[in-house]
């Protein structure tokens, strides 16, 4: 019996017919998350992180290999899984209350227990007092916070974050990773997986890095974080993390000094 | 309310006045006559007239009548055939050609046709007035369907919606605003309509055959009045309809 | 394949409106004057097109709404750019343009037979007003909407105010301005209709209103269709027209 919340990918390979020509995007991923980890994928663009990503969401559905969710194989999306897009997916024409309750809309819980969730989940996001605000009159960075919400109120063993900051400006983007840090450590027994391009950003998160080369798409080395939490993104040791996986990148450190400044 | 709005304002007052008293000046002097251009009193005594008499609400009534009974079947209409053909393929490939095909003909040349099959019948102004709200309602709750961007469809497959909570909670709010400036231009069609139904179908009663009788008896003071009546009233009808898509439409604006 | 799939379904409907024509004339399903076979209105078709009298009116109520569509856009695109340019102008004409503007087109007819009679005049008088308000309206628009970017480079480059409008403001509003013609066309097309049904003894209005008048349901079908037709050629026209002076739109590649 797996734990609620483990992901198992083995020998993954996924192709793309582009014009009669098969195209392989994705080619002997193998990877396993365990319950509870904070794992971010890293990688250039065009490397195929977020079919990925997309294929554990189940929004891609042909693939050769498993993917499995407690031992079970992945095939469509489900309420297991809960997601955050880079642009927040907010329905425009909803409040944000109703948003953040929308995958609660199918399930008839007793009276005002669904109001319950969305209450506690808008408090978990920091967002109380908008819950009759609509998408469009707030900022990015709360926009993701309710998108964050609403991935969550369905209790997912997994919660998937395809850059979720991408579209925040830096100071924004530093402070929401320290609320998505509390979020996570709140909610201990999610599995959270992350795509993103900002390497600090990674190793201030996650357990796991995981470093993907492209064409084709490849684990090229999984680096774990030992890191006590909270991060210092200014210690040594945090440096030299960042500074490891830059090389394998083929930055020079120099860069890396100098960007840190 | 500040300076500049109110010289605004004062200045669009400035010509309107400005007509009126060359009106005044021209009908005084007897530059032309009383039977083109009758003096601004007599426009206005016979306004007053009229409202006292209370016939013109009769006929008042019975455009609006009219008007509601074509718009409301037109506009279910075209909100059926729009959303059937923005949801399935299929359907907008089998009704799709034809439906554009019909609408090329401009809608006053289905008036004769209508006169043969329906006789001069309220029926026949109806089904002319239906038809004039029925294109632009189709056309936009068609195009409205389309509106829903491919990133929201994921959004629902993620969260396992069925196709009537998809079409509820995803689709038609997206197709909203398109769907309420359909049924407001569809609203204007109509009553522009109601007034051709009553003009070229040749039949008494409503404000159209007020005015057209006016103009057969060159009673220039009541072709005024009606003109005006008739411009208020669609002036009302657009505002009405604005005023309730600000307020269904709040989710768009920002602040 | 999937395009001969798309015409087949398209096809679908007025063949079946064909056949149940068919049907009802061969069973004799009725015994009304207004039915007539697809055969006769194929015949009529033939007819009206080998005679001159089709397109004679045609041509007559095509010249009308030319004569009036020039006219009523000239004067709306002129009216819509100098109200779009001056907020002083706007100030002053803009309410009594929108009060105008508010009056059903059609509530028109009336006044116009009055003043200036029902002759040649009042059908150019009036498709030219049908044309006047959306043209300056859509053209006024456009002219507002002209990004304050675009305006800024001109005044760094210090243009003067008519190469301005020439280089800059007209150019960005034209989409503005074609959408303005295509509903100006639509519009008028269905103004002459509505002219020659209230007076006139030419013209394709004119030739639907005998038809009626003399209960030739196949002349007046095809009159539909010519009309419709027309309308249709038109617009393409104008499509091409509009392709061609906004051909710096189009997406590279």
Known sequence: MTQRGTLDIVNLKKTFNVNGNTTPVLENINLKVKQGEFVSIIGPSGCGKTTLLRLVIGLENSYEGQILLDGKRINGPGLDRGVVFQDHRLLPWLTVERNVGLGLEGKRNGNGVNKQIVEAHLKLVGLQGFEKVY????????????AIARALVNQPELLLLDEPLGALDALTRMYMQLELEKIWQREADVTMIMITHDVEEAIYLSDKVVIMSSRPGTIKK??????????????????????EILEEFQLHAENVFSYAI | MDVNKVVLKLRGLALPLALLAVWWIITKNEWVSAVFLPPPETVAATCVKLLLKGKIF???NESITKVAQGFLIGITAGFVLGTAMGLSSTIEKLFGPLFNAVRQVPILG??????????LTELAKIIFIALGAFYPMTLNTFDGCR????????????FEFNKPRLLWRFILPSALPSILSGIRVSMSEAWMLVIGAEIFFKTRGGLGDMMWEAKSKVQMDIVFITILIIGLIGFILNHVMKILENRLLRWRSSN | MKKVITLILGLVLPVLILIGMEVVARFELTTSQLFVEPKVIFETLVDLIKGDELFINLGISTLRVFIGFVLGAAAGLF?????????????????????????????????FIIWVGIDEGFKITFIAVTAFFPMALNTC??????????LEVGAVLEINRFKQLSTIIIPASLPAIFTGLRLVLSITWMAVVGAELVASSEGIGYMMYRARQQLQVDTLLVCILAVGLTGYVMNILLEQIEHYFLRWRKVAG
Do not use: C
């Open chain 1, 135 to 146: 998408p469009a009159q707030l900022s990015g960075g709360m926009a993701q916070r309710a």
């Open chain 1, 222 to 243: 999984i680096i774990r974080v030992e890191l006590p939490r909270p991060r210092d993104r200014a210690s040594y040791d945090f440096m030299k993390l960042k500074e």
């Open chain 2, 58 to 60: 009769v006929d008042l």
């Open chain 2, 110 to 119: 289905w008036i004769p046709i209508l006169i043969l099959i329906f006789g």
């Open chain 2, 147 to 158: 509106q829903l961007k491919k990133e929201y469809l994921e959004v629902a497959r993620v």
């Open chain 3, 79 to 111: 009216f819509g750019t100098v109200m779009g340019i001056s907020r002083t102008f706007e100030s002053y004409v803009g309410p009594i343009f929108n009060a105008l503007r508010q009056v059903p087109v059609l509530a028109w007819i009336p006044l």
């Open chain 3, 141 to 150: 628009e456009g002219v507002k909407g002209v990004s304050k970017s675009h």
